[in-house]
C-alpha cells in the first residue's frame, strides 16, 4: 500500500513540475520574444540596421550592435518586440553613451571608493551608496534612453535645418535672459540686506 501510495505522490509531483516548467518556459519565450514567426530586432529605418543583425543571450542583438539613440535623429530609434527586451536594450545603450562619453570608469570607481569610506563611518552609508549606484544604473539609464527616444518621435518630422533654427531661437533667448539678469544685478532689485 505505501509503495502505491508513494508511485501516486511521484506521479503526481513530476506532472506538476511538468507542467510549472511548461508555463515557466512559455513566460520567459513571452518576455523574451522567442516565438516562432517573431524577428528579434525591429527597426524604424533600415539606416539602423548597420550592425550584423546576430542575436546573443535571451535573443538581445549583440553589445557592438546596439545603436545609441539620438534625438536628432529618428533613424537611430530601435524597438524591440517586448517590454523586456527593450529594457535591457535600452540598458545596453546606455551603458554604451556613457562608455562613449568616457564617464564609464567614473560611474564604476567612485561608488565603490565613497562607499568604502562612508562605510568606515557606518554601514548604512555604505550600503546606502551601493542601492543608489544600481539604481541609478539599472533605473535611470533606461529611463534616460525612453526620453531620449520619445523625443526622437515626437521631432521626426524636423530636419537639419530645422534643428539649426531652433537652437539658434535657444540662444537668443539665453542672451536675453542673461541682459535681464545682468540688468537686474545693476539696478540692486531683489538685492537682498
Not at 26 to 50: C, D, H, I, W
Not at 70 to 79: E, G, I, P
Request: aromatic share 16%; charged share 20%.
Amino acid at each position: 500500500m505505501g509503495i502505491l501510495i508513494l508511485l501516486v505522490f511521484t506521479i503526481g509531483a513530476g506532472t506538476i513540475i511538468y507542467y510549472f516548467g511548461k508555463s515557466a518556459v512559455g513566460l520567459y519565450r513571452k518576455a523574451f520574444g522567442l516565438q516562432k514567426g517573431v524577428e528579434p530586432m525591429q527597426t524604424n529605418s533600415f539606416a539602423a540596421q548597420a550592425g550584423s543583425g546576430e542575436t546573443g543571450w535571451f535573443g538581445l542583438p549583440k553589445y557592438r550592435d546596439v545603436i545609441v539613440p539620438d534625438k536628432h535623429h529618428y533613424a537611430t530609434v530601435v524597438y524591440m518586440d517586448s517590454p523586456v527586451k527593450q529594457y535591457f536594450y535600452d540598458l545596453m545603450a546606455g551603458w554604451k553613451r556613457i562608455g562613449d562619453s568616457g564617464e564609464r570608469w567614473v560611474l564604476l570607481v567612485a561608488p565603490v571608493f565613497f562607499g568604502g569610506c562612508l562605510s568606515l563611518i557606518h554601514p548604512f552609508w555604505g550600503l546606502l551608496v551601493g542601492i543608489f549606484t544600481l539604481w541609478f544604473v539599472f533605473w535611470m539609464t533606461p529611463a534616460a534612453m525612453r526620453a531620449t527616444r520619445g523625443s526622437a518621435e515626437m521631432s521626426k518630422n524636423l530636419t537639419a535645418d530645422d534643428w539649426r533654427q531652433v537652437y539658434r531661437e535657444l540662444d537668443k533667448s539665453r542672451e536675453r535672459e542673461d541682459e535681464m539678469t545682468r540688468a537686474f544685478r545693476r539696478s540692486g532689485i531683489g538685492h537682498r540686506w
